[in-house]
């Protein structure tokens, strides 16, 4: 059985939440592509809200219009980041994925959305937090030995 986004690898290493194994037809491949959120965070996992991988592969597919199953997630906590001479607690969240990031009138769309998620999430300030949007190509992505652009 597949690993589903929820479940964590390890509680000792960065969560990574790996979609579940699957078929995919050319027509399918923008809308099943595999978005990747990276966040780094100066928060000790500790101080992460319960469950807060699993609510973050949620809002994703949730605001990305991707299947759940195939958002991959990966959390870095305790990082030491430095934002405008602040060490206070911070978050950079990186998203890659195929088809929906392509645009400043997406982006602006994706970012209210994760910025009140993350906001209301970790009772952060809007300051304390930056997204970056990197969209990527079917032939960026391998999967099973291949590329998106070939499923």
């Not at 027509?27 to 991988?53: H, V, W, Y």
Request: proline share 8%.
């Amino acid at each position: 059985m597949g690993r589903t986004c929820a479940q964590p690898i390890s509680n000792s290493h960065p969560v990574l939440c790996s979609p579940a194994p699957c078929q995919l037809s050319a027509e399918l491949a923008i809308k099943a592509d595999m978005p990747f959120l990276e966040l780094d965070t100066s928060f000790p996992e500790k101080d992460l809200p319960e469950g807060f991988a699993e609510s973050l592969c949620s809002a994703a597919a949730s605001i990305l219009d991707k299947p759940r199953e195939r958002v991959l997630i990966v959390i870095r906590s305790g990082l030491t980041m430095l934002m405008g001479g602040s060490f206070a607690p911070f978050v950079l969240l990186n998203v890659s994925a195929i088809g929906v990031l392509g645009t400043a009138e997406q982006n602006k769309e994706h970012s209210a959305k994760l910025f009140d998620f993350l906001t209301k999430e970790l009772s952060l300030e809007p300051d304390r937090i930056r997204i970056r949007f990197l969209p990527v190509e079917p032939w960026q992505i391998g999967v099973k030995g291949t590329v998106m652009t070939y499923l």
